[in-house]
């Protein structure tokens, strides 16, 4: 079956520091992947995406994803947190099974990134 | 920017009655869905919408369920009889294509749902 995990409820991490939140995937065929953020009372905002070719793919508010088809995982990154940043990162994969053309996503759980000044 | 709009931000409802949750896609966007997330849990596909009929539809989305393009810009989501089981978030999001598994979904704000 088609699923995406996130194995992290909560990521913690430092104003100016690295952070990345974690993403793998498990699909038959090319996965697409998505990355959505959540911000308290807002509705899922689109970061990024990968489809094919580099497999560093950048999106918005400084955040990037490496794709990597070994591992299976597509993990979100960004080399210097935000306190603005905290919110709750969906990763999701396109579903490529179904019947129709139509490719709905398949979300993971969710990660609260908490960063703190 | 364009948004995908919804309304209303929250609805309460007793156990029985029919809600009706209301979409305005991004007005160039051929393919229309909805989600739900019950909370604590993860976003979850109820159906998918295109060429004013359902392309797809997941198993929660029951006969108790039905989603309309009553004119051309609001995309609507009913629910016949509600459960207690039926409070949630519900999103409506759009995409130009859909049908190109690379397009983006762009989501609404989200509907919550409460059935007492």
């Known amino acids: 079956a088609q699923s995406v995990a996130q194995p992290e409820d909560q990521v913690n991490v430092a104003e100016g520091n690295p952070l990345t939140v974690k993403c793998t995937y498990s699909?038959?065929?090319?996965?697409?992947l998505f990355w959505y953020v959540q911000y308290p009372n807002r509705g899922l905002q689109f970061l990024l995406k990968?489809?094919?070719?580099?497999?560093l793919v950048k999106g918005s508010y400084g955040f990037e994803a490496e794709f990597n088809k070994s591992q299976t995982s597509f993990h979100l990154k960004k080399p210097s947190a935000l306190v603005s940043d905290s919110a709750l990162y969906f990763c999701?994969?396109?579903?490529?099974?179904?019947?129709?053309?139509?490719?709905?996503?398949?979300f993971g759980q969710g990660t609260t990134l908490q960063v703190k000044p | 920017e364009p948004e995908v709009t919804q309304t209303p931000s929250h609805q309460v409802t007793q156990m029985g009655q029919e809600v009706i949750l209301r979409c305005v896609p991004i007005?160039?966007?051929?393919?229309f869905y909805w989600y739900r997330q019950i909370l604590g849990q993860k976003v979850e596909f109820l159906v998918s919408?295109?060429?004013?009929?359902?392309?797809?539809k997941s198993e929660i989305f029951d006969d108790q369920f039905s989603v309309e393009r009553p004119d051309g810009s609001n995309f609507t989501l009913k629910i016949r009889s509600t459960k207690l089981e039926d409070s949630a978030m519900y999103f409506c999001?759009?995409?130009?294509?859909?049908?190109?598994?690379?397009?983006?979904?762009?989501f609404g704000p989200g509907t919550r749902l409460t059935v007492l």
């Open positions: 999001a759009s995409s130009p294509r859909g049908g190109a598994r690379t397009d983006t979904q762009y």
């Open positions: 919408f295109y060429n004013n009929e359902i392309s797809e």
């Open positions: 007005s160039n966007h051929l393919y």
């Open positions: 990968y489809i094919t070719g580099d497999n």
């Open positions: 699909v038959s065929g090319n996965p697409y």
């Open positions: 999701a994969v396109r579903d490529s099974l179904g019947s129709s053309n139509t490719g709905k996503l398949i």
